[in-house]
C-alpha cells in the first residue's frame, strides 16, 4: 500500500517562506504521477500544483503561479512543495496527493487514490 507522509508546515509571516516535503513509501514512486492540494476550513480541497513521473513537467493553480515551486526526487522518494512570498490565502491544510494517471494537469482530487494526513500551514499578516 502507498503511503505518504507530509512534513514542514507551520506558523510563518506574510511575506515568508516554507518548504513541504511528502515522504513516500510502499511501492515504487516514480510510478506515480504527485500533486499538491489544500484545504482551509470551509472550503473545499482545492489544486495546488502537480507533476509528471519524471519531474520535467509540472503545473501550477494560478493563485500560486510564480511563488510555489512543485518538484520531486525519485531517488529518495520525496515530493517537495517550496513555497515563497506567502499570504494570509496561502493558510490551510497542505496534502500530497498520487495518482496512478500517468499525466499532469490533474487538477481535481478525483484523479488522485493516495493521500497523506496533512501539514498545517498558518500565514499571519
Known amino acids: 500500500q502507498l503511503q505518504l507522509v507530509e512534513s514542514g508546515g507551520g506558523l510563518v509571516q506574510a511575506g515568508g517562506s516554507l518548504r513541504l516535503t511528502c515522504a513516500v513509501s510502499?511501492?515504487?514512486?516514480?510510478?506515480?504521477?504527485m500533486g499538491w492540494f489544500r484545504q482551509a476550513p470551509g472550503n473545499e480541497r482545492e489544486f495546488v500544483a502537480d507533476i509528471n513521473l519524471v519531474g520535467d513537467a509540472s503545473n501550477y493553480a494560478d493563485s500560486v503561479k510564480g511563488r510555489f515551486t512543485i518538484s520531486r526526487d525519485n531517488n529518495k522518494d520525496t515530493l517537495s512543495l517550496q513555497m515563497n512570498n506567502l499570504t494570509s490565502d496561502d493558510t490551510a491544510v497542505y496534502y500530497c496527493a498520487a495518482s496512478n494517471l500517468q499525466s499532469i494537469g490533474l487538477t481535481s482530487p478525483i484523479y488522485f487514490g493516495w493521500w497523506g494526513q496533512g501539514t498545517q500551514v498558518v500565514v499571519s499578516s
Open positions: 510502499g511501492r515504487p514512486f516514480d510510478r506515480y504521477a
